[in-house]
């Protein structure tokens, strides 16, 4: 294929170098698995400078999924609780998950159900704005579960 896309059919490679260096541009495979190869005359450092602009692009309209961690103990304090629901709260309003992990420390470990019952106290209260995406799972000595925003979330806050 020639430079300006046009078809230039079969010839030895040799030619098609030839033809490339009088142009002062590359010869670039493009399909090594053809039947012959195809090739192409192009100028390949140009080539690679649009595509890193085209992904840079890309990458800027990407979504990034923020995902927040917050901690809390088996033995926690109602108003500490309420306090942690509320940072919960607004992290999923902002659109980011949240990986709420439950720390246990010496004897705490004999009790994994009292970190089970705060992670589920937890779910029932943000009832309706959240939803579960991993369940609790008990990993060392830390109970982890990873919460993201409900679908149905922004909709009702543009009707009110």
Known sequence: MGPDGQQIGIVPIQEALQRAQELDL??????????????????????KYERDIRQKEARKKQARVEVKEIKFRPKIDPHDYETKKGHVERFLRAGA??????????????????????LDRLVEDL????????EPKQDGRNMVMVIAPSKKQPARAAQA
């Not at 670039?28 to 450092?45: F, K």
């Not at 009832?127 to 991993?134: S, W, Y």
């Open 127 to 134: 009832q309706g704005l959240a939803v579960v995406e991993a």
């Open 26 to 47: 590359d010869l670039v495979e493009v399909a090594p698995q053809a039947n012959p190869p195809v090739c192409r005359i192009m100028d390949y450092g140009k080539y």
């Open 97 to 118: 998950r949240v990986k709420v992990t439950i720390m246990f420390r010496g004897r705490e470990m004999a009790h994994t159900e009292l970190g089970r019952r705060i």
